[in-house]
Nanobody, 125 residues
């Protein structure tokens, strides 16, 4: 069992930055891929970033590529999402998630096994 707790959300103006963190408890953290998703009101959950077990591979959709950076510190059982050049359309609840299986895509929510409770990010124009 893995428990995830996100932190770092808040309200910023367009062009600003935020850094989200996701603290994981439980065993075998370093064996799992991880990801960030977001969900805005009335919209489906959307993939934001993914990172492999050792941090050697990262994945982003075009909508955030070049603005967001995912990283992890396995010694601290923590994953991060640095968000720069934020836009109003980035407003959403952001969730971190753990993907136990080595195979499968980082881009799809059903591939993930554990989810955090979410943290709100609001970007004003």
């Amino acid at each position: 069992q893995v428990q995830l707790v996100e932190a770092g959300g808040g309200s910023v103006r367009a062009g600003g930055s935020l850094r989200l963190s996701c603290a994981a408890s439980g065993r075998n953290f370093t064996r799992y891929g991880m990801g960030w998703f977001r969900q805005a009101p009335g919209k489906e959950r959307e993939f934001v970033a993914g990172i492999s077990e050792n941090g050697g591979s990262t994945y982003y959709p075009d909508s955030v590529k070049g603005r967001f950076t995912i990283s992890r510190d396995n010694a601290k059982n923590t994953m991060y999402l640095q968000m720069n050049s934020l836009k109003p359309e980035d407003t959403a609840v952001y969730y971190c998630a753990v993907k136990k299986a080595y195979s499968g895509s980082y881009y799809f929510a059903p591939e993930y096994d554990y989810w955090g409770q979410g943290t709100q990010v609001t970007v004003s124009s």
